[in-house]
């Protein structure tokens, strides 16, 4: 079974600021790694996923993050983060084909004027 | 806006009653997942179908039962509700059954009192 850690439960930063919310998982398989995004009142959207071949993946709206094999994390990344970044950030993880997503428990991304 | 469609948008009921979700994929999409979040879980897999059939459970309660019917929407029955069941449910979808990229719905929020 796989499992996600998202240590961070809230992450308030200035805005025009770089952000890094942090994603370490578990797993005892080759796993799929994905970030969504939820802004208040919506359903989730994928912001990004990583499949296989270069480990850094670009998103929409400027996020990036790096897959990191050795110390299974995969950190999500923005420069200069904007107000309307404000959101809910969920990092998840799947060994692929039929089986379960599993979710982080989300980080809260606060954007301070 | 996902493509994915949920109804109703907010439920109240009393305890011990019975409801249905329904949910709507993307056009051309053949797989449906159902997730729960709620403050104290967060977001939990519940069950996936895949072209009418069930292809991965999760943390489902056996009082919860889902189904896709032929025109690929899907509904999702809670029954006997207790008060630690007001969440929000979302549905999402994908192409098939590889959950590399699904789409969320804007959920159902349940409140039972």
């Known amino acids: 079974a796989q499992s996600v850690t998202q240590l961070d439960s809230q992450v308030p930063v200035f805005e025009e600021a770089p952000v890094e919310l942090r994603c370490n998982y578990s797993?005892?398989?080759?796993?799929?790694l994905f970030w969504y995004v939820q802004y208040p009142n919506q359903g989730l959207q994928l912001l990004l996923k990583?499949?296989?071949?270069?480990?850094l993946v670009k998103g929409i709206n400027g996020f990036e993050a790096e897959f990191n094999k050795s110390q299974t994390s995969f950190h999500l990344r923005k420069p200069s983060v904007h107000i309307s970044d404000t959101a809910e950030y969920f990092c998840?993880?799947?060994?692929?084909?039929?089986?379960?997503?599993?979710f982080g428990t989300g980080t809260k991304l606060q954007v301070i004027p | 806006d996902s493509g994915v469609t949920q109804t109703p948008k907010h439920l109240i009921t009393a305890t011990g009653q019975r409801v249905t979700l329904r949910c709507s994929p993307r056009?051309?999409?053949?797989?449906v997942y159902w997730y729960q979040q709620s403050l104290d879980q967060g977001l939990q897999f519940l069950i996936q179908?895949?072209?009418?059939?069930?292809?991965a459970k999760g943390n489902i309660l056996e009082r919860f039962s889902a189904q896709q019917f032929p025109d690929l929407h899907s509904e999702l029955n809670l029954s006997s509700l207790e008060l630690g069941d007001s969440a929000l449910y979302f549905c999402?979808?994908?192409?098939?059954?590889?959950?590399?990229?699904?789409?969320f719905g804007p959920g159902t929020r349940l409140t039972v009192t």
């Open positions: 999402a979808s994908s192409v098939d059954f590889a959950t590399y990229e699904q789409y």
């Open positions: 998840a993880v799947t060994p692929g084909g039929y089986q379960k997503v599993t």
């Open positions: 179908y895949y072209n009418g059939e069930e292809r």
């Open positions: 056009s051309g999409d053949l797989s």
């Open positions: 797993s005892s398989v080759s796993v799929y």
């Open positions: 990583y499949l296989s071949g270069s480990t």
